[in-house]
């Protein structure tokens, strides 16, 4: 069993509720910092652990806590990013639900460090019920000394509010996160200015994914220094990742890490395998901007090693060869299944997504989901494939925020990869429509997974 | 004499400028002036908050500055991207960046629907200028385009949403320049458009500068819809003492013989309004008398609008020396030498009437 | 109008923000408003909520035509929004989508005659895991089957009798 830091409690009965929290040590870290911490011996174990933004980035979190303005007589904001809508990714929303009280004392460690007096989390609207759920949690803390003034007699105030979007993708980039909780349109904003100088309301922002938050508090309770031993070289601690499509049991797992991603599909611990006997096809490990990958190329780095489920190793080759940890969003495809037809839906997807400021990304999604459908259903030419690989070359890197890099991305990766489906599907366009493609080449240097024999 | 502030210097393709801090890359680039300048469709300098849409005016910046010189590892916006100590930027010298703007041009055209034959923005149109100087002479896009009813926002604006490229500077302008704004951006992504929402009329005296700062043909003037081309008109700067203490009363009267078919703020060389003007003299001011008559107004050379006068015209900078540091461009082909017309011995302007081909007979 | 008890809760949303900044109550007032007026946002709502908050009403109708939660037009009681990304495209949500157009007779988009259901399809909803699914209100219903579809709309139509 991999050791783990998030979810160590995950399976106690009750532990939702704030007494059970509180009976399994809960709040011990934030009673740590508070007491006998100031708020420089925090964000200095934070560096120490070499903790990593959880929602895609993978930015160090001391350093971007380490560049907030302390203007004299402005107020400082925590915000909480819960507006988990990449594809693929459900592992904010799984600790919400269940440890509540995990993510709240994060905030508080986090707005004590910081020095913010008021935090918001600001939930995808879709996650109707997750407020509730939070709003609750926080209310039992706030009647156990954790949250309001002076908490625990140490002097520090801290309101915790739920905000919910209302369906837009694109909040979840920090500064339309920013432009949505000041009740305008998800337009991203041009940085500089970044968020820790000019953010919410103009004022120094911290903006933080929920899994990063909750990190904070194992980072506490077992110091910097130990967290920093769990995992490989700089991808330090453990990982949330939700694992989806084409495998035996999805669902949310945290990882440490240091697994390869062959452990991470084929153990029982984990994925458990491919569903229904099928072989495994390719793979989009952190959610679906980031590039597809073939089986082979999957589970061995073209230098012949084995694939880890670290920052470095899945990136291992660029772009040519590798591909991202991103959010932890794990979506595996089994021989069965249609590159072309994926990617038209998250190209259907980034279209529907795209906040429409940057003409680049406004125009240029809507042209590559009617290229891909038209390649889809028979109806593409040769041509066509060129075509979209130099309408997503000209969209990447030319737009505000990172939405048209995620919106080129996957649709670069599967030509890039799969250039013969695509072709496939040019000229056999009725067989098409009516049956895939296959597995193909694609998984034969791999010995492991082939169908159970008939 | 208060004291002097140090001025950053930046290189932009190759010719060196010095600018205050805080300038942006695209203005420390207007200020060297010529076919170095990136082009902007969205940017608006007295519209706080605008630009860094469009994409258009992305350049390259090779050198960050002197203390960090690494390069920037994206084009960025250069109206919104601010200029440092030593830093080199690279626009027409780089082929990155003709490309993206290449790019960003198509994109601009992909839902646009290229009616200028009928649109009264054509001639005056930014659009139509940058897919002259940047687009590519066909499109690769097959499907069909978004459009829209056109809307009459009030009884002198109409607002014909396909043309719109979403710049966002009239919503700016309303914001800015008007207490009221009726009008935004509905919608999101590539339904976004412009609109009331529920239909309502644009009410205010300072509305009509919306027609003045959108870029292409989307608002239009209504008193002026389909009375004449632009460059048929000969534009005349003139002025009037106005009541409204906000205008300034300074225009530009777009006339032929002794009437005049529309009133317009008056622009600076980047297309850009000097000072605002209130709608009723954009409107309501339609006669000869209301006007003091100042003179013909400066039209650039490149503009379509200079056919046919003359007075006052002026070469644009040509850079491409500079840009080269130096060196003259190289003659590659005298087309003298293989031609027997247009021989430069001739002098067109000597011979009497049309030229004919024994003018040139001459052996 | 707001009910007694609803304006209170608009108060206190406005409370969480520094004064000055209730614009920022914008969006959850506007699921306040959706909830209690019918599932949608007409545009005599929207207006209503601009007077709530003091901005203008096209402040309003920039932030409602920019979010794909709030509804501009009128929908059915029920709302059934099918996800249909890759990860539950993957796990057959077209099918799924196909199966309730059939047993409802009605498109994407439609809502049938009873004014009881309305199918949309929606992008990625965060279930990937759980896949097919789809929101219905509230709440996520997940792992669909045809035999699941039936029994919810079998729910449905009973609760609204």
Sequence with gaps: MGRKLLFDKAHIEGIRYYDVYRANGGYGSAEKALRSMTPDQVLDEVKKSGLRGRGGAGFPTGMKWSFIAKPEGVPRYLVCNADESEPGTFKDRYLMEFIPHLLIEGLLISSYTLGCNSCYIYIRGEYAWIPDILEQAIAEAKKNGWLGKNIQGTGFDLEIYVQRGAGAYICGEETALIESLEGKRGNPRIKPPFPAVKGLWDCPTVVNNVETLAAVVPILRIGGEEYSKYGIGKSTGTKLISACGNINKPGVYEIEMNISVEEFIYSDEYCGGIANGKRLKACIPGGSSVPILPANLLLKTAKGEPRMMTYESLADGGFATGTMLGSGGFIVLDEDQCIVKNTLTFARFYHHESCGQCSPCREGTGWMKRVLQNIENGKGKMSDIDLLWDIQRKIEGNTICPLGDAAAWPVAAAIRHFRDEFEWHVLHPEEATKRNYGLAHYADPLQIAAPAAV | MAEEKKLFKVKIDNISVEVEPGTTILNAARRIGGDIVPPAMCYYSKLQGSGGKCRTCLVKVTKGSEADPRPMPKLVASCRTTVMDGMEVANITSPEVQEARKGVVEFLLLNHPLDCPVCDQAGECHLQDLSYEHGADTTRYEFKRRTFDRIDIGDKIQLHMTRCILCYRCVFTADQLTEKREHGVLGRGEAAEIGTYIQQSLDNNFIGNVIDVCPVGALTDKTFRFKNRVWFLKPVDAHRQCEDPKCCGKTVLWMRGDEIFRVTARKDQYGEVEEWICDTCRFDKKDVKDWVIEGPRKIDRHSVISQGHYVGVHKPKDTLVEVLDGRQPKLLLDIHNISEVNRPEIDLSKIDGPAHSDDFNKK | ?161
Excluded at chain 3, 10 to 15: F, G, L, P, S, Y
Excluded at chain 3, 113 to 127: H, I, M, N, Q, S
Aim: aromatic fraction near 10%; charged fraction near 25%; proline fraction near 4%.
């Design chain 3, 1 to 161: 109008m707001f009910s007694e008890e609803k304006l209170n809760k608009v108060k206190e949303i406005i409370a969480r923000y520094p004064a000055g900044k209730q614009k920022s109550a914008l969006i959850p007032v506007l699921h306040l408003a959706q909830e209690e007026f019918g599932g949608w946002l007409s545009a005599e709502t929207m207006d209503y909520v601009a007077s709530l908050l003091q901005i203008k009403p096209i402040e309003v109708y920039e932030v409602a035509t920019f979010y794909s939660m709030f509804n501009l037009k009128p929908v059915g009681k029920y709302v059934f929004e099918v996800c249909q990304t890759g990860p539950c495209m993957l796990r057959g949500s077209d099918n799924i989508i196909d199966y309730i157009k059939k047993k409802l007779d009605i498109g994407v988009g439609e809502t049938t005659k009873d004014g009881l259901f309305t199918l949309k399809t929606v992008e990625c909803l965060g279930a990937c895991g759980y896949a097919p699914m789809m929101q219905l209100g509230k709440h996520f219903r997940e792992h669909l089957t045809p035999e699941k579809v039936d029994a919810i709309i079998e729910e449905c139509r009973v609760k609204a009798n």
